[in-house]
């Protein structure tokens, strides 16, 4: 089975997005799973993990709506404000955890302009809450410098179990020495056998989005593959940002042409298996 863990709806007339703005035609749009469809068909995506675009209750509503007509949703990173109050957190996310479909959590840490957000008081605590739920939380990144405050995250609290959405965006068509520094920072997310990351959204960091050539993108697999292991990394597709990034069927192409020495167990786990096992399915 392959599942797509990284696939992102929503819906303007609905409000509640800050992003995607005029700015970005191409996705300046409502979303849906519909529009995805024909590409999942034709690659043989049997199901897909729908993962908050905004940091409003909307957005998680809009999910879930998707997600109860259309049967190939195997369930929802939704958002629960990490930033408030415990109480009310804990409110927002019993709520949540009620809802059969939600396997995860997620808050757009990387857009909040204060450096080391994720790691306030307030944030520490709600995410130990989740922690204590076993709930995965998704973590999001602008650039491989914030890996750092993942690491202290983890540190700081037993049992999280975090999922690294786009390989914590590498230096894909940078320097030898920025490789060498995403590097070092994501294995000591490795180390952690709780951890897990997305082979996802893997554009170029230098440049245009569109930039990269898969020949620049596989050796950061490789090095995921060496320090996490198949069996802790999940595919992402990343629509429809990745129309910013020369399209899914590039992206898929880039991918599973760089998971292609690895053995048939492998390379399912990596296609779907780690997905299913990490968010429930």
């Given at each position: 089975?392959?599942i797509?863990?990284?696939?992102?709806?929503?819906?303007?007339?609905?409000?509640?997005?800050?992003?995607?703005?005029?700015?970005?035609?191409?996705?300046?749009?409502?979303?849906?799973?519909?529009?995805?469809?024909?590409?999942?068909?034709?690659?043989?995506?049997?199901?897909?993990?729908?993962?908050?675009?905004?940091?409003?209750?909307?957005d998680t509503?809009?999910?879930?709506d998707?997600?109860?007509?259309?049967?190939?949703?195997?369930?929802?990173?939704?958002?629960?404000?990490?930033?408030?109050?415990?109480?009310?957190?804990?409110?927002?996310?019993?709520?949540?955890?009620?809802?059969?479909?939600?396997?995860?959590?997620?808050?757009?840490?990387?857009?909040?302009g204060?450096?080391?957000?994720?790691?306030?008081?307030?944030?520490?605590?709600?995410?130990?809450?989740?922690?204590?739920?076993?709930l995965?939380?998704?973590?999001?990144?602008?650039?491989?410098?914030?890996?750092?405050?993942?690491?202290?995250?983890?540190?700081?609290?037993?049992?999280?179990?975090?999922?690294?959405?786009?390989?914590?965006?590498?230096?894909?068509?940078?320097?030898?020495?920025?490789r060498?520094?995403?590097?070092?920072?994501?294995?000591?997310?490795?180390?952690?056998p709780?951890?897990?990351?997305?082979?996802?959204?893997?554009s170029?960091?230098?440049?245009?989005?569109?930039?990269?050539?898969?020949?620049?993108?596989?050796?950061?697999?490789?090095?995921?593959?060496?320090?996490?292991?198949?069996?802790?990394?999940?595919?992402?597709?990343?629509?429809?940002?990745?129309?910013?990034?020369?399209?899914?069927?590039?992206?898929?192409?880039?991918?599973?042409?760089?998971?292609?020495?690895?053995?048939?167990?492998?390379?399912?786990?990596?296609?779907?298996?780690?997905?299913?096992?990490?968010?429930?399915?």
């Open positions: 089975m392959i797509d863990s990284h696939v992102h709806v929503w819906d303007l007339a609905r409000g509640g997005y800050d992003w995607p703005d005029a700015s970005v035609p191409a996705l300046h749009r409502t979303m849906t799973l519909d529009d995805l469809t024909p590409t999942l068909d034709a690659r043989g995506i049997d199901g897909v993990v729908l993962v908050q675009a905004a940091d409003t209750a909307v509503q809009n999910m879930l998707q997600a109860r007509t259309h049967a190939r949703v195997r369930g929802v990173v939704a958002w629960a404000d990490l930033a408030a109050e415990p109480e009310a957190f804990a409110a927002q996310f019993d709520e949540l955890r009620a809802e059969p479909l939600v396997v995860g959590l997620r808050n757009l840490m990387h857009v909040k204060v450096p080391g957000w994720i790691l306030g008081d307030l944030q520490r605590a709600n995410v130990a809450t989740v922690a204590s739920a076993g995965p939380l998704d973590v999001v990144t602008s650039a491989h410098d914030e890996l750092a405050d993942v690491v202290a995250l983890i540190a700081s609290t037993p049992g999280l179990r975090v999922v690294v959405d786009h390989l914590g965006k590498p230096p894909i068509g940078g320097t030898a020495q920025a060498r520094e995403w590097r070092a920072v994501l294995a000591e997310i490795a180390a952690d709780l951890s897990t990351a997305k082979v996802s959204g893997l170029s960091a230098v440049g245009p989005l569109d930039a990269w050539t898969p020949e620049q993108v596989a050796p950061f697999i490789e090095d995921a593959l060496e320090l996490f292991g198949a069996d802790r990394l999940l595919y992402g597709g990343d629509w429809p940002v990745v129309l910013l990034a020369g399209g899914y069927a590039r992206a898929w192409d880039a991918v599973t042409e760089a998971l292609a020495s690895l053995d048939d167990a492998e390379r399912a786990a990596v296609l779907g298996g780690t997905a299913a096992r990490v968010y429930g399915l």
